[in-house]
């Protein structure tokens, strides 16, 4: 597991620089932001993020935006290390579900083409570690090959083992919290409402073409369409 002190954003995989979302300005943004020693304006982040961000930048720019990174840079390291001990204590082992937690992560490598950005000997590991230790520490969540979706992204993006729970813990937390609130059911009705009162052409649109939103609604608002979407 890597240590707080190797911390990096980028996994040694994702070396290359993908084509630009934006401009070069929105790049510069990005990193005049980020390269802040005191201070992290997250609201200002946040709406950068809103237009996409740049591959290469998506690990760091997650742990803020997850509020796993504080805004406050003073005590960075000292959070880092405490998020790397914390880690470091769960038992990683749940003999229940581990051979399905890997399975599934060869799988979803296998189905996503995704070997040339994670080392196929080496990342499921990372999956099995990751989620058996959050199922640890939250019993009252069952498991789902959903799970391996949602970690995915931050096994692709980020390189310490500890920063990836941290974030998968963050968003499956956000994302239960949300589901506790409502049920599904009713989410998907508020979401076709809102749909249809503020977006009404691109709502008749999907209507005239006979796409039913309510097959992909759901997976957006319990997965945040992990299946579905590629990571890059």
């Known amino acids: 597991m890597s240590s707080p002190l190797s911390s990096s954003s980028s996994s040694p995989s994702r070396r290359h620089t993908s084509p630009p979302l934006r401009s070069a300005l929105a790049?510069?943004?990005?990193?005049?932001l980020l390269e802040s020693e005191v201070f992290i304006d997250v609201n200002k982040l946040r709406k950068c993020a809103r237009?996409?961000?740049p591959e290469e930048l998506r690990g760091e720019v997650w742990k803020?935006?997850?509020?796993?990174?504080?805004?406050d840079r003073s005590n960075e390291?000292?959070?880092?290390?405490?998020r790397y001990e914390s880690y470091r204590e769960i038992d990683k082992e749940n003999v229940e579900v581990s051979k399905r937690v890997r399975g599934e992560?060869?799988?979803?490598?296998?189905?996503?083409?995704k070997e040339e950005l994670l080392d196929p000997h080496t990342a499921p590991a990372i999956f099995e570690a990751v989620i058996c230790a959050y199922l640890n520490c939250n019993n009252h969540v069952d498991y789902s090959p959903a799970l391996v979706q949602i970690c995915a992204p931050f096994v692709i993006t980020m390189k310490a083992e500890y920063d990836v729970y941290s974030c998968f813990e963050r968003l499956v937390d956000i994302l239960s919290e949300s589901s506790l609130a409502s049920n599904t059911n009713k989410r998907v009705a508020q979401f076709l409402s809102y749909?249809?009162?503020?977006?009404?052409?691109l709502y008749n649109y999907f209507e005239e073409e006979e796409l039913d939103v309510g097959e992909w609604a759901s997976s957006w608002l319990r997965n945040l369409l992990a299946k579905e979407l590629p990571t890059s």
Not at 64 to 71: A, D, F, N, P
Not at 195 to 201: M, N, Q, S, V
């Open 27 to 32: 790049r510069e943004e990005f990193d005049e």
């Open 51 to 53: 237009h996409g961000i």
């Open 64 to 71: 803020y935006l997850l509020g796993v990174e504080k805004s």
């Open 77 to 82: 390291f000292t959070q880092r290390r405490a």
């Open 105 to 113: 992560a060869n799988r979803y490598l296998v189905r996503t083409k």
């Open 195 to 201: 749909f249809r009162t503020l977006l009404p052409d």
